[in-house]
């Protein structure tokens, strides 16, 4: 049996920094309120001209450098992202193209800010049954394009941000290393308390003059229930991981949640009883970026040196779907 390991992984953010004081400037808004409710205080949004492949792209270089590996050399990519470059094909698809690799597999996952673990997760499966021996896995987000700028949006408009993290995927023969453990979930009962609800295709047309000017294009969250949520499966889905691979969260040299609130982060730590310089927060500085915070905080954690040779991290997601998923590396 082989484990599957990140050996390289890399991210790229547009150059366009937003300060909430620029947000200010959009709707009836605070840099007080947000620092307060939210932690962020920037975040990157992309210009005219960027595209979600050209992200991935960029991140995708950086981390095909760290694990020296060159395009030709991935056998499968798989994108997370809500979004595509256009309505359809998926993202993946588009990547591919840009990465001048024709005929290599690309499948998109649609599953919010939890596509990375569960990008990972297929991986995994993938590198451990000997299908493939490199993978590119990608978390990658233009939000801001989506968002209503008024103030009737602000609850949700402040908080995302665009970026893309990247990770090269590898098998390993020890088995203490790498991929330990995956664990994923998802409960749609809940689907409508984070969501954009159109364009849809229930509606016949699916786009229409009337519908682009209702707010059901707007992604919209019940904030406070979500919230609510998210404080709970965070801590359930890495203790769930923990049990699964026979370790405590003693063990956990690094958490790396899905940045959502700093907030929910905080709780996370205090429900865990670890301090917070062991649960990796960069909140601040790029918001909740959806698919891509997770492989952006693990970049800048390995730049850092909090994630080094050996280290035992767990990565863990909460988002729309509701969706939820865990994953324990041994470094
Ligand atoms: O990534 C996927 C998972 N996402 C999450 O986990 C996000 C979870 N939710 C949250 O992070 C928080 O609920 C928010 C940051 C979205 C909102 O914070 P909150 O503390 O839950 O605020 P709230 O929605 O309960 O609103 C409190 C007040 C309201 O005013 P009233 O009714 O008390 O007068 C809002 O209208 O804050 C107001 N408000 C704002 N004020 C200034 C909401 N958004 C803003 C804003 N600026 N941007």
Not at 134 to 148: F, K
Request: aromatic share 8%.
């Amino acid at each position: 049996m082989r484990n599957s390991r990140i050996t390289g992984i890399g991210r790229h953010v547009p150059d366009r920094v937003i300060t909430n004081f620029d947000l200010e400037k959009m709707m009836d808004t605070s840099d007080e309120w947000i620092r307060e409710r939210t932690g962020i205080q920037t975040r990157h949004w992309v210009r005219e001209g960027d595209t979600l492949s050209g992200l991935a792209y960029n991140a995708t270089m950086k981390a095909l450098d760290m694990a020296g590996k060159k395009p030709g050399e991935i056998q499968f990519i798989i994108f997370a992202s809500l979004a595509s470059d256009h309505e359809f094909p998926g993202g993946g698809c588009f990547l591919q193209k840009k990465l001048g690799i024709p005929g290599v597999p690309a499948m998109d996952i649609r599953n919010a800010c939890s596509g990375f673990v569960y990008g990972l997760s297929v991986a995994d499966q993938f590198i451990k049954t000997g299908m493939y021996d490199t993978i590119l896995l990608v978390g990658a987000e233009i939000q801001s394009t989506s968002l209503d700028l008024t103030t009737r949006g602000r609850d949700v408009s402040v908080i995302f941000g665009d970026g893309a993290g990247a990770a090269v995927i590898t098998p390993t023969e020890k088995e203490e290393k790498g991929v330990l453990t995956t664990h994923l979930h998802a409960d749609g009962t809940f689907a409508d308390k984070l969501w954009a609800d159109a364009p849809s295709v229930n509606d016949n047309p699916r786009i229409s003059k009337a519908l682009v000017e209702t707010d059901r294009i707007y992604p919209k969250m019940e904030g406070r229930f979500v919230f609510k949520h998210a404080v709970t499966r965070f801590p359930e889905v890495i203790h769930e991981a923990l049990a699964a691979a026979g370790y405590t969260k003693d063990d956990l040299d690094l958490v790396i949640p899905h940045q959502a609130n700093r907030r929910i982060t905080e709780a996370v730590a205090h429900q865990l009883q670890l301090g917070m310089d062991k649960v990796y927060s960069n909140i601040e500085r790029y918001g909740n970026t959806t698919a891509a915070s997770i492989p952006i905080a693990i970049s800048e954690a390995v730049e850092q040196g909090l994630i080094k040779e050996n280290s035992l991290v767990c990565l863990a997601s909460f988002g729309a779907g509701f969706t939820w998923a865990s994953a324990l590396i041994r470094w």
